[in-house]
C-alpha cells in the first residue's frame, strides 16, 4: 500500500523555525517528485511546492507566498521528504500535507496519494 | 482569491446529480491537464479525476470529468449522503510567479 505519513507539526513562535518530515512506503520513494500543500484552518488547499526526482535533477520549485523562507529537501535512501521553514509567519498556519505527484514532460499532472497532515500553528 | 474560480456551495437532494465548474484561463486550464480533489470533513485531500476526465481505480464512475476551453467540470450522479465533502479543481500554471493552482473549493451539501 502507497502510504505518505507527516510529522513535525507543533506550535512554534513568529520568526522562528520548524522542520516537517514526509515518511513514504509502499513505492519507489526516489522515482517520484514531491510536493508540500497546506491548507490554513477552514480555508482551501495551497501549493508550497514541489522537489524533482534526482533522474530530473532534484530541483525545486516554490509558491511566491513562500520562496526565500522554505526549502524543500529529500532523502531517497531513507524514502523521506522534507520542509524546512524559517522565518515563520503567523499566516503560515495550516495544516501542511505531503503528497506525490505525477509530471509529464516538465509539468504537475496531479498529486496522488496525500498524506493524513501535520497541523503548523505559528503564534507567541 | 483563487486564480480558479468555483461556487462556493452547491447541493442537492440524494440521487440527483450535481456539476461544479471550475474556470481558469489559457495559462492554466486552457493548456494543462485538470485535477479534482475531494476533502471529506476532517480528512486529507484525495484524487477523483486526473488528466480532465480519467478516474484512479477504485473512483465510481458516478463521478466525471470535463473541459472544455478555459473551463473545468465535476459531475456526479447518483448523489449520496457520503458525497458530502468539499472538492477543489487544480492544473498547472504556466505564469511566472505560480507553478500549480487550486480552486477556492467548492462545498457539495446533499439535503
Known amino acids: 500500500e502507497v502510504q505518505l505519513v507527516e510529522s513535525g507539526g507543533g506550535l512554534v513562535q513568529p520568526g522562528r523555525s520548524l522542520r516537517l518530515s514526509c515518511t513514504a512506503s509502499?513505492?519507489?520513494?526516489?522515482?517520484?517528485?514531491m510536493s508540500w500543500v497546506r491548507q490554513a484552518p477552514g480555508k482551501g488547499l495551497e501549493w508550497v511546492g514541489f522537489i524533482r526526482s534526482k533522474a530530473y535533477g532534484g530541483t525545486t520549485e516554490y509558491a511566491a507566498s513562500v520562496k526565500g523562507r522554505f526549502t524543500i529537501s529529500r532523502d531517497d535512501s531513507k524514502s523521506i521528504a522534507y520542509l524546512q521553514m524559517n522565518s515563520l509567519k503567523t499566516e503560515d498556519t495550516a495544516v501542511y500535507y505531503c503528497?506525490?505527484?505525477?509530471?509529464?514532460?516538465?509539468?504537475?499532472?496531479?498529486?496522488?496519494?496525500w498524506g493524513q497532515g501535520t497541523l503548523v500553528t505559528v503564534s507567541s | 482569491q483563487s486564480v480558479l474560480t468555483q461556487p462556493p456551495s452547491v447541493s442537492a437532494a440524494p440521487g440527483q446529480k450535481v456539476t461544479i465548474s471550475c474556470s481558469g484561463s489559457?495559462?492554466?486550464?486552457?493548456?494543462?491537464?485538470v485535477s479534482w480533489y475531494q476533502q471529506l470533513p476532517g480528512t486529507a485531500p484525495k484524487l477523483l479525476i486526473y488528466e480532465n476526465n480519467k478516474r484512479p481505480s477504485g473512483i465510481p464512475d458516478r463521478f466525471s470529468g470535463s473541459k472544455s476551453g478555459t473551463s473545468a467540470t465535476l459531475g456526479i450522479t447518483g448523489l449520496q449522503t457520503g458525497d458530502e465533502a468539499d472538492y477543489y479543481c487544480?492544473?498547472?500554471?504556466?505564469?511566472?510567479?505560480?507553478?500549480?493552482?487550486f480552486g477556492g473549493g467548492t462545498k457539495l451539501t446533499v439535503l
Open positions: 503528497t506525490r505527484l505525477i509530471m509529464v514532460r516538465g509539468v504537475i499532472n496531479w498529486f496522488d496519494p
Open positions: 489559457s495559462s492554466n486550464i486552457g493548456n494543462n491537464y
Open positions: 487544480g492544473t498547472w500554471d504556466s505564469s511566472l510567479s505560480v507553478n500549480w493552482v
Open positions: 509502499g513505492f519507489t520513494f526516489g522515482d517520484y517528485a
